[in-house]
């Protein structure tokens, strides 16, 4: 039987945060409640790394604070929102609603969210609308071939036409007569958005569709042993810090003859790379600069490698 202390918390959720919520959408949402994350399951709140429900006993949640982004922002503020309660020990809990970049730009100008973290830079518009944005961290991918294969570029067009199925063969690319061999990441892995935002899209728009013709994998490492081993593979994964190079036969190509080097994609000039932003209306809020600090902070920064992501610095 429902205890009194869940109702009561159920009915404050349906009362002071669906209505602010409907207002925005509700395609993905988060609740950081004493530092850890909760989801709606069939119209429960449950945790979301194990789907156990959120105690009887637990303090109700109160999302004084509203966040939101991509979907590549969410695993970085959820480590903010974690540190900066135990930083703070603060009670006050936090609310993330995944979205795109344009409707959180507009959540935040509309003042339904109090800052967002979206993967792109602010447009003109935007800017003149008084938004404000501070690169917090940085989303790439890198193009994995066999080291031994002889081709070190593609173009970023070039590379949307292979994960698009329109090139098929490496003598299309200048390389060997040889079947290319795509490998992308399935659903269940949280990197399947970055293909399809950081290259299909991009050349594409909305009709950028990967073939079916790619091999789907669930982990980097898959992707690296796979494309390794299979004369003319190629496959994309998040840049890492790791030497993988010293691991696997792989190598990384260049893309617009720009190398994936950590200097070139926090310079903005790699092109299979966003920033990502953390936007406010004017200057950030008490509350929200506790939270820009925490994001820019030694131990967030220090954390960004484990969810796939790059430092500022």
């Known amino acids: 039987m429902i205890s ?29 409640i004493n530092g850890k994350a909760y989801a709606i399951v ?20 109160r999302p004084r604070w509203y966040q939101g982004g991509s979907s590549a922002a969410r695993p970085l503020l959820h ?23 344009a409707q959180a730009t507009k959540a935040v100008l509309n003042g339904q969210l109090d800052w967002a973290v979206v993967g792109r830079d602010l447009l003109l518009w935007e800017k003149e609308a008084g938004l ?6 940085w989303d ?44 992308a990441f399935s659903e269940r892995s949280g990197s399947a958005g970055a293909l399809r935002d950081l290259v299909l899209e991009r050349i594409y728009g909305d009709d950028g569709r990967l073939t079916n013709r790619a091999v789907l994998l669930d982990y980097d490492a898959e992707v690296y042993d796979r494309v390794g081993a299979q004369p003319g593979g190629i496959g994309v994964v998040p840049r890492s810090l790791d030497n993988v190079e ?16 950590p200097d070139e994609i926090s310079a903005g000039r790699y092109p299979v790379a ?25 131990r967030v920064q220090g954390a960004l490698e484990g969810l796939k992501l790059l430092p500022v610095n």
């Not at 109702?7 to 207002?23: D, G, R, Y």
């Not at 691991?247 to 080097?261: G, Q, Y």
């Not at 966003?274 to 030694?298: H, I, M, Q, Y």
């Open 79 to 101: 480590v903010a929102a974690v540190q900066l309660q135990r930083d703070t020990k603060t009670k006050e809990d936090y609310l993330f609603e995944g979205m795109g970049g």
């Open 132 to 137: 404000r944005a501070e690169t917090v961290a």
């Open 274 to 298: 966003r920033p990502l932003n953390f936007v406010t209306l004017g200057e950030p809020s008490d509350k929200a600069r506790l939270v820009l600090d925490a994001l820019l902070g030694e």
């Open 140 to 183: 790439s991918l890198v193009v994995v071939v066999p080291a031994d294969l002889p081709v070190d570029a593609v173009s970023l067009r070039r590379l949307a036409a292979i994960f698009a199925g329109q090139i098929t063969n490496w003598s299309e690319l200048g390389g060997p007569d040889l079947a290319l061999t795509p490998f």
């Open 4 to 32: 009194r202390r869940l109702m009561v918390f159920l009915v404050l959720v349906l009362i002071c945060v669906v209505p602010k919520l409907a207002a925005m959408g509700n395609p993905e949402i988060s609740y950081f």
């Open 246 to 261: 010293a691991h696997f036969p792989i190598k990384f190509l260049k893309v617009d003859t720009i190398a994936p080097e």
């Open 42 to 61: 069939e119209g429960s709140l449950a945790e979301e790394s194990t789907g156990k429900p959120l105690p009887a006993g637990s303090q109700g949640v």
